[in-house]
């Protein structure tokens, strides 16, 4: 980071941690280098999240803020010129969820990107699986990510669920976990983490039908401690409907094929929600097929869903009992895998 940043940045962490009354030296000291190893954008982000805090927390007044304007400016002036662009970054960002991450921005990008590709390269366009989200409506329309994403979400054949399983365990990078102990009605059943870091892949579970139409289902136990009665929800997409929404277009991101719904229907649902996917749904508005949108909308009705259906001898029974038995082996063999 250039001088002239490193310097606003020390400005205000030493006025603010005098401000508030904080003398430990390593802790100011640690707090500086931190905000300088970040890139301008994060920086700026997180001293405006910090402020916030201290602001709602009472230690700091809404003038002590505003006399770390100046510092923060500099930062990046190219992109934000006055206390209104501040206000109103810091006003997106609370909209997005952003006010705590788990991770700068920019590394967040980076790593759902990571995550993404290598996953593609691990499946290798073997399974009928479509993936979901506001992130595949920045990749499809070749928009630079703006917002945190916190996982990807997959829907995937329940069919090829064992397959994909045995898939994960033969990697070193993801592994392949189970939220059937605490899960209810929504929900993922499952889900893929990656290495070390706070980034999964979800997975929503579907059945094709005779006619190649789509049913969804949501698994749950009637009681999650003792896995007793096993249910399912089920939501039964039209063909019409389905053809509209899982899109069997190869696409492809860094040299790897993947399928996505299309972005009529990631529009669609996103369309009316709550404010994060309202702002991913403005992104890709202009690329969208505004009567397909329309055409969906009509479409519902034809949909129905049947609920807290029993279910036995299902792959929900069949994986539960190899992830136990796998528990079992790992607890009595620590040096298996």
Known sequence: MEKLKEEAIKDIVNDCTRKVNITDENLINNTISSLCSLNENDALDTILISLNDLLNSGR?????????VPSILKLNPEKYKSVEDLIERLKWIKSMNMDHPAMPLSRNHQLVIEVFDNFNELIAGKFDCYYTGGLMGYLATNHELERYHGDLDLFINEEQLLALKDQIDSSLDFQFVSNMEHKEVNGHEYKITYKDTPMSIGLFLFERQIDNSITTKEYYFENQNTKGQLFVDEHHFSKDYTDMSFSDTIRQHNGM?????????????????????????????????????????????????????????????????????????????????
Do not use: C, G
């Open 60 to 68: 700091i007044t809404l003038e002590d803020v505003y006399e770390q």
């Open 257 to 337: 094929s993947y399928k996505m719904m299309s972005l009529e229907s990631i529009y669609n649902s996103k369309k009316n929600s709550r404010p994060k996917d309202r702002y991913d749904a403005s992104i890709i508005q202009d690329d969208v097929n505004m009567l397909i949108d329309y055409k969906l909308d009509a479409e519902k009705k034809n949909n129905y869903n049947e609920n807290h259906k029993p279910v036995s001898n299902s792959i929900i029974h069949t994986i539960e009992q190899l992830m136990s038995e796998d528990k079992y082996s790992e607890t009595n063999n620590p040096k298996k895998r």
